[in-house]
């Protein structure tokens, strides 16, 4: 599976931006479909993961009732909706794909990245 992320950019705090991933591959309803986020010198950290069309959920507690997981099969693409941001939010987002992971919110599960789309909130 090969991703490709984007959809970031510079927004004010309490702004909306909507991240997506394409994904490229026959077999892409099977994986589960995760999103991280990264500061230069910190570890990447989870942000939201979602099973199938939607039946499991997870998030961050930092980012409950502030973000969105979904995803459309038929355009291969995962979407990442957040919202109220913070500057705190300011970081590099990943998605990420896993296949047959158990622990949604495990980094070292995901065996495929895609290469990062900046997101900056400014205060």
């Known amino acids: 599976v090969q991703l490709q992320a984007s959809g970031g950019g510079l927004v004010q705090a309490g702004g909306s931006l909507r991240l997506s991933c394409v994904a490229s591959?026959?077999?892409?309803?099977?994986?589960?479909m995760g999103w991280f986020r990264q500061n230069p010198g910190k570890e990447r950290e989870f942000v939201a993961a979602?099973?199938?069309?939607?039946?499991?959920?997870e998030y961050a507690d930092s980012m409950k009732g502030r973000v969105t997981i979904s995803r459309d099969n038929a355009k291969m693409t995962t979407y990442l909706d957040l919202n109220m941001l913070r500057p705190e939010d300011t970081a590099v987002y990943y998605c990420?794909?896993?296949?047959?992971?158990?622990?949604?919110?495990?980094?070292?599960?995901?065996?495929?990245w895609g290469q990062g789309t900046q997101v900056t909130v400014s205060s």
């Open positions: 591959g026959r077999t892409y309803t099977n994986y589960v």
């Open positions: 990420a794909a896993c296949y047959g992971c158990s622990v949604l919110a495990g980094r070292t599960q995901y065996s495929y």
């Open positions: 979602l099973v199938g069309s939607g039946r499991r959920k």
